[in-house]
């Protein structure tokens, strides 16, 4: 008895989740295809009675949101361009430290470490007025260097890398030292090729930071040319005098669907990487 | 290591410091001022911040075990049925993480609205009642904790998952040889294995929901109404970046932050740590 109650109360748990889960995914999708006045009818239209591109077409080209040039093309081309440069800077800094922190003997090594694990800890947010202040003097607000430059080192990343690579054996290393190979084939040609999994899962997270952050693009952008897609597309609400939610809609599939596509291709990286910084830590 | 170490000294170790430095001055255009503790000061006697404090900590509250536990609940459903099943659900749950919190704000705003929300037609159709769900001091807190809740549990899923298969089947198997029926062997065998991966969820959410920020800037007017859904992230943003601008306080807001921060994880682990 006892059996099939906990059966009945675990699947109905699981089906509430997974519908608070993905619900608000399908209402933002179908509701991109919805005018306004299909999306303000009651009863809702669960599905789109007449699908329009309109929303999109408002999105996508020039002077019916600001006299700029297509703005959603150009918030797509910043957030790209930033994520980019954040998961390749990422990953080149992550591997070299984690390498470091991991084989390198040296003093102060588990201090920086642990400045390091600190670091990761703590909320960003608590460093946001000296780095705005920073950016500032550096005269870089509204440019890609200050969109990208707090992101050129992860903390999280180098933690992963020095995890990962403290599990390859030291035999190998000191081999290839003795077949004559200078540091940085050992790195290239032995290390990095073992490490491929951790790189692939720090270069998916920092993407996915870079595409997802929203408090520091806010404040470091104030043109709308160079608005990345979260903040153009939260600002489609907060300057149009009337909410138009069908272009809300469509501007947050924007952002949405290529980050989904990045997930489906590399989406082992991202169990894995998960996993890892959780079992080890 | 020096590519790292530049970047990781200059935007990140630099930064924090110079904020809690920053906390203990005046700063203005013309000239910067010790001003010792003055800053905190005011923070005590700031109702705002009081607020602040309290809503944060509601929200911790509210929804660092629900996450917990819908996870842990979730995983413990899922991983029997096979591998299939498993990396369909985790799909299932890390799609909201990926879609990031400001596009599924937008989508909460809507559901939430007053007037034309999917919520408020459900409740209309099948209780008879509409709620300003955001309008409410009473209910924009919870309201804003269950978006929250929505899209938080991917990764925990995805790390209970990962912690379930580490448990070797023997165990099981000889609980369940001993009479101990599925939920006594959860209970006594599951759980207790489970204890560094639960402790690296609460960990993570509490570090994360102490940071709520995007669901009160977009769903909410100024953290309204009358200050319910106001946090601390939040509230150094409104000091520092809207007028009048002033940051030494914003970086007194969050020296707090960090104390609380740390004061919290400290508890934490010496609750569930080994």
Request: aromatic share 14%.
């Given at each position: 008895?006892a059996?099939r109650w906990t059966?009945w109360?675990a699947?109905t748990l699981?089906?509430?989740a997974?519908?608070m889960?993905?619900?608000?995914l399908?209402?933002?999708?179908s509701?991109s295809?919805k005018l306004q006045q299909?999306?303000?009818?009651?009863?809702p239209?669960?599905f789109p009675k007449?699908p329009t591109?309109e929303?999109?077409?408002?999105l996508f080209?020039a002077?019916d949101?600001?006299?700029g040039?297509?703005?959603a093309?150009r918030w797509l081309a910043?957030?790209?361009i930033?994520?980019l440069?954040?998961?390749?800077s990422a990953?080149?800094?992550?591997?070299?430290?984690?390498?470091?922190?991991a084989?390198?003997r040296?003093?102060?090594r588990l201090?920086?470490f642990w400045?390091?694990v600190?670091?990761m800890m703590?909320?960003?947010?608590?460093?946001?007025m000296p780095?705005?202040?920073?950016i500032v003097q550096?005269d870089?607000?509204?440019?890609y260097a200050?969109l990208?430059?707090?992101?050129?080192c992860f903390?999280?990343g180098?933690?992963?890398?020095?995890?990962?690579?403290e599990q390859?054996p030291?035999?190998l290393?000191?081999a290839?030292?003795?077949d004559?190979a200078t540091?940085?084939?050992?790195?290239w040609?032995?290390?990095?090729?073992?490490?491929k999994p951790?790189?692939?899962?720090?270069a998916?997270?920092?993407?996915?930071?870079a595409?997802?952050?929203?408090l520091?693009?806010?404040?470091?952008?104030n043109r709308?040319?160079m608005?990345?897609?979260?903040?153009?597309v939260?600002?489609?609400v907060?300057t149009?005098?009337?909410?138009?939610?069908?272009?809300?809609?469509?501007g947050?599939?924007?952002a949405?669907?290529?980050?989904l596509a990045?997930?489906?291709?590399f989406?082992?990286y991202f169990?894995k990487?998960i996993?890892?910084g959780?079992?080890?830590g | 290591m020096?590519?790292?170490?530049?970047?990781?000294?200059?935007?990140?170790?630099?930064?924090l410091?110079?904020?809690l430095?920053?906390?203990f001055f005046?700063?203005?255009l013309?000239e910067?001022?010790?001003?010792?503790?003055?800053n905190?000061?005011?923070?005590?006697a700031?109702?705002?911040?009081?607020y602040?404090i309290w809503?944060t900590?509601c929200?911790?509250?509210?929804?660092?075990p629900?996450?917990?536990?819908?996870?842990?609940?979730i995983?413990?459903?899922?991983?029997?049925l096979?591998?299939?099943?498993?990396?369909?659900f985790r799909f299932?749950?890390?799609?909201?993480v990926?879609?990031?919190?400001?596009?599924?704000a937008m989508?909460w705003m809507?559901?939430l609205?007053?007037?034309?929300?999917?919520?408020n037609?459900l409740c209309?159709s099948?209780l008879?009642?509409n709620i300003d769900w955001?309008?409410?001091?009473d209910?924009?807190?919870p309201s804003?904790?269950?978006?929250?809740i929505s899209?938080?549990?991917?990764?925990?899923?995805?790390?209970?998952?990962?912690a379930?298969?580490?448990?070797?089947?023997?165990l099981?198997?000889a609980?369940?040889?001993?009479g101990?029926?599925?939920?006594?062997?959860?209970w006594?065998?599951t759980?207790?294995?489970?204890r560094?991966?639960?402790?690296f969820?609460f960990?993570?959410?509490?570090l994360?929901?102490?940071q709520?920020?995007?669901?009160v800037?977009l769903?909410t007017?100024?953290?309204g109404?009358a200050?319910?859904?106001?946090?601390v992230v939040?509230?150094?943003y409104?000091?520092?970046?809207?007028p009048?601008y002033?940051?030494?306080?914003?970086?007194a807001?969050?020296?707090?932050l960090l104390?609380?921060l740390?004061m919290?994880?400290?508890?934490?682990f010496?609750?569930?740590?080994?």
């Amino acid at each position: 008895m006892a059996n099939r109650w906990t059966f009945w109360i675990a699947w109905t748990l699981l089906g509430v989740a997974a519908i608070m889960a993905l619900a608000p995914l399908y209402w933002m999708i179908s509701g991109s295809f919805k005018l306004q006045q299909d999306a303000m009818q009651m009863p809702p239209e669960w599905f789109p009675k007449h699908p329009t591109l309109e929303n999109y077409r408002k999105l996508f080209t020039a002077g019916d949101l600001w006299s700029g040039h297509r703005p959603a093309l150009r918030w797509l081309a910043n957030s790209l361009i930033v994520a980019l440069c954040i998961s390749i800077s990422a990953v080149t800094t992550s591997a070299l430290a984690g390498y470091a922190l991991a084989k390198k003997r040296f003093r102060g090594r588990l201090f920086v470490f642990w400045a390091v694990v600190t670091t990761m800890m703590l909320p960003r947010q608590v460093a946001l007025m000296p780095l705005y202040l920073l950016i500032v003097q550096l005269d870089w607000v509204d440019s890609y260097a200050g969109l990208i430059a707090p992101y050129l080192c992860f903390p999280f990343g180098i933690f992963l890398m020095r995890q990962f690579m403290e599990q390859i054996p030291d035999e190998l290393i000191s081999a290839a030292r003795i077949d004559g190979a200078t540091e940085w084939h050992v790195f290239w040609y032995i290390v990095l090729p073992m490490a491929k999994p951790a790189l692939g899962a720090v270069a998916i997270f920092s993407f996915m930071g870079a595409w997802n952050e929203y408090l520091w693009q806010l404040i470091v952008t104030n043109r709308p040319e160079m608005y990345t897609l979260p903040v153009g597309v939260s600002k489609l609400v907060s300057t149009l005098t009337s909410f138009d939610l069908g272009l809300a809609m469509a501007g947050a599939t924007v952002a949405f669907l290529p980050m989904l596509a990045v997930f489906v291709m590399f989406q082992r990286y991202f169990v894995k990487g998960i996993s890892v910084g959780a079992l080890k830590g | 290591m020096l590519p790292a170490a530049v970047p990781f000294v200059v935007f990140v170790l630099w930064p924090l410091l110079h904020g809690l430095a920053m906390s203990f001055f005046d700063i203005r255009l013309a000239e910067t001022e010790f001003i010792g503790l003055d800053n905190y000061r005011n923070l005590a006697a700031d109702e705002s911040f009081r607020y602040a404090i309290w809503n944060t900590c509601c929200f911790v509250v509210l929804v660092v075990p629900v996450v917990w536990l819908v996870s842990l609940g979730i995983a413990a459903v899922v991983f029997p049925l096979g591998r299939s099943a498993q990396s369909f659900f985790r799909f299932a749950f890390y799609v909201p993480v990926i879609a990031g919190s400001v596009c599924l704000a937008m989508v909460w705003m809507w559901i939430l609205d007053d007037h034309h929300g999917l919520l408020n037609y459900l409740c209309n159709s099948l209780l008879g009642v509409n709620i300003d769900w955001l309008g409410r001091t009473d209910t924009a807190l919870p309201s804003l904790a269950v978006v929250v809740i929505s899209w938080s549990l991917g990764q925990p899923i995805i790390i209970f998952l990962a912690a379930l298969s580490g448990i070797p089947p023997e165990l099981h198997e000889a609980a369940a040889i001993d009479g101990a029926g599925p939920l006594r062997r959860f209970w006594y065998v599951t759980l207790p294995l489970l204890r560094s991966a639960s402790l690296f969820v609460f960990v993570t959410q509490t570090l994360g929901v102490f940071q709520v920020f995007v669901v009160v800037l977009l769903l909410t007017v100024n953290g309204g109404p009358a200050h319910a859904t106001r946090t601390v992230v939040y509230g150094m943003y409104e000091t520092a970046f809207t007028p009048p601008y002033d940051f030494d306080y914003a970086a007194a807001q969050g020296t707090l932050l960090l104390v609380l921060l740390s004061m919290v994880a400290v508890v934490q682990f010496r609750w569930l740590g080994r």
